[in-house]
Nanobody, 125 residues
């Protein structure tokens, strides 16, 4: 199994930036997909961004494409989400997740079977 720990959340004014981190420990494969999802109160969890670990290929939700950047550090087994030009609509709990399938690269939340505890991001106007 793999353990995922998110960090970097906090409160920021609209237009500000935050960088989230997700540190993985335990069992880990370079062929897995790691992704970020977010969930606001009363809303379904939605896809934010994902990265295929071995290739570095990335995928983004349209709502964050020009503002967020996902990256990874192979040596640290850590994934990052650099968020800029934040808006109140970005307020949510952000979750790190892993899809352990060796081949697929998906944005559907149900394909991810390992999840972190989440970190709160609050953007005020």
């Amino acid at each position: 199994q793999v353990q995922l720990v998110e960090s970097g959340g906090g409160s920021v004014q609209a237009g500000g930036s935050l960088r989230l981190s997700c540190a993985a420990s335990g069992q880990f494969s370079r062929f897995w997909t790691m992704g970020w999802f977010r969930q606001a109160p009363g809303k379904e969890r939605e896809f934010v961004a994902a990265i295929k670990w071995n290739t570095g290929s990335t995928r983004y939700a349209d709502s964050v494409k020009d503002r967020f950047t996902i990256s990874r550090d192979n040596a640290r087994f850590t994934m990052y989400l650099q968020m800029s030009t934040l808006a109140p609509g970005d307020t949510a709990v952000y979750y790190c997740a892993v899809d352990r399938d060796l081949f697929r690269f998906d944005s559907r939340s149900y394909t991810y079977d390992q999840w972190g505890q989440g970190t709160q991001v609050t953007v005020s106007s």
